[in-house]
């Protein structure tokens, strides 16, 4: 199947925010993660746990391309 521009974008999209969200993920587990005001965890845990929402939403899209 060919795909068209705005699909190869999504897929490209998708492809680097997953890396960016692995990063995150690996970062929540360091000695510096740990050190960080609990306020500022609990952002990065929000924004994990949006990202993970957004890498899922643009699978489903890819998912669905005919």
Known sequence: ?????HQERVITEQKELAEKLEKLTA?????TFKQLAVA???RLNRQHSIMEQYVNVL???ITAFE
């Open 59 to 61: 699978g489903e899209r």
């Open 40 to 42: 500022e965890q609990e």
């Open 1 to 5: 199947m060919q795909l068209k521009p």
């Open 27 to 31: 970062f929540t587990f360091t000695p």
